[in-house]
Nanobody, 125 residues
């Protein structure tokens, strides 16, 4: 069982930046692909970013965050990060990190076995 704890959310003005962190409890962290998802009120939880176990490859949705958000990981610290720049009001949501065993789709929620509790990001206009 991998426990994930997100931090770093908060209130920021449009155009600002935040860095989210997700700390894992288990030393098997480095064997999992990691993803970030977000859920705005009344909307489905959507894919934001993913990174392979080694950190060599990253994945983003087609348009919404590419070029503004960057996922990274530090396996020595059992932590994955989401750097968010040029934030927009439409980025407002609860952000979740999640862990997926290897060999599964990076984009699908169903691929991820373990989830954090989420951290709120609010972007004011």
């Amino acid at each position: 069982q991998v426990q994930l704890v997100e931090s770093g959310g908060g209130l920021v003005q449009a155009g600002g930046s935040l860095r989210l962190s997700c700390a894992a409890s288990d030393r098997t962290f480095s064997s999992y692909a990691m993803g970030w998802f977000r859920q705005a009120p009344g909307k489905e939880r959507e894919f934001v970013a993913a990174i392979t176990w080694s950190g060599e490859n990253t994945y983003y949705p087609a348009d919404s965050v590419k070029g503004r958000f960057t996922i990274s990981r530090d396996n020595a610290k059992n932590t994955v990060y989401l750097q968010m720049n040029n934030l927009k009001p439409e980025d407002t949501a609860v952000y979740y990190c999640a862990a997926s065993p290897p060999g599964r789709s990076y984009y699908a929620r169903s691929s991820y076995y373990y989830w954090g509790q989420g951290t709120q990001v609010t972007v004011s206009s």
